[in-house]
């Protein structure tokens, strides 16, 4: 049989090839839900995670840039806080043990993350204006939330070494925050508003956001 699969992409196509699955993986969850006929809360939470790994794992070429943060803030904002924390504890005690490496800081993104979720959830009325999702305040909060959750990870160095050591890995590190508040950007841009529509369609209890659509803030 001949071997047709025995050939490597450079880095660059490689990620150009992640970037097309994440995005069929979008288009399908999103096309697929229109089918479900009840609330499937539970469900559509699972999907989310699953696809939030993926993504994790396909997007780790590039540096501190994956979905997680913003689809963590819309979990906390259309099912809470602790649904949040839930998610976060999966996503990132999963993609560490399999893929990424698991250690002491795996512990500390699941406290950066599920504290992204919280603010989501107290922030859910500012980040929700007339039953629309406030594209601008989203953006603004994925921007903050990115250096919050990454100088909380930053903290787990402090395990086995002095506090002095903490401010130099911070500015050392600062670049992949910048990188991280960018990724965060980009992914509001390209899938809150269909996970937001997926979400408010599925909540935990019914509730006045029905209806989805994007407004500037």
Not at 59 to 76: A, D, H, S
Not at 89 to 100: D, E, K, R, V, W
Not at 178 to 195: D, E, L
Request: proline content about 4%.
């Amino acid at each position: 049989m001949y071997d047709f699969h025995n050939f490597f992409l450079t880095p660059m196509q490689d990620l150009f090839v992640n970037i097309f699955i994440l995005s069929f993986l979008v288009f399908a969850i999103t096309r697929g839900e229109r089918k479900f006929e009840d609330s499937y809360p539970i469900l559509i939470l699972s999907i989310i995670t699953l696809f939030c790994i993926a993504g994790r794992v396909l997007l780790e070429p590039l540096p501190n840039v994956q979905p997680v943060t913003v689809t963590v803030i819309l979990v906390g904002v259309f099912y809470g806080g602790t649904w949040a924390i839930a998610v976060s504890g999966i996503i990132a005690l999963s993609t560490n043990m399999i893929f990424l490496g698991h250690g002491p800081w795996t512990l500390f993104q699941v406290i950066g993350w599920g504290a992204v979720g919280a603010a989501g959830s107290m922030l859910a009325d500012k980040l929700m204006i007339n039953e629309r999702l406030a594209m601008g305040r989203l953006m603004a909060l994925s921007v903050v939330s990115a250096f919050a959750f990454d100088w909380i990870v930053s903290t787990s160095i402090l395990l086995n070494n002095d506090f002095s050591s903490l401010m130099p890995y911070l500015a050392n590190g600062l670049v992949f925050d910048v990188y991280h508040a960018v990724g965060n950007m980009a992914f509001v841009a390209w899938i809150a508003h269909p996970f937001s529509h997926l979400m408010s369609k599925h909540t935990v209890a019914p509730n006045s956001r029905a209806e989805i659509r994007d407004v500037k803030a």
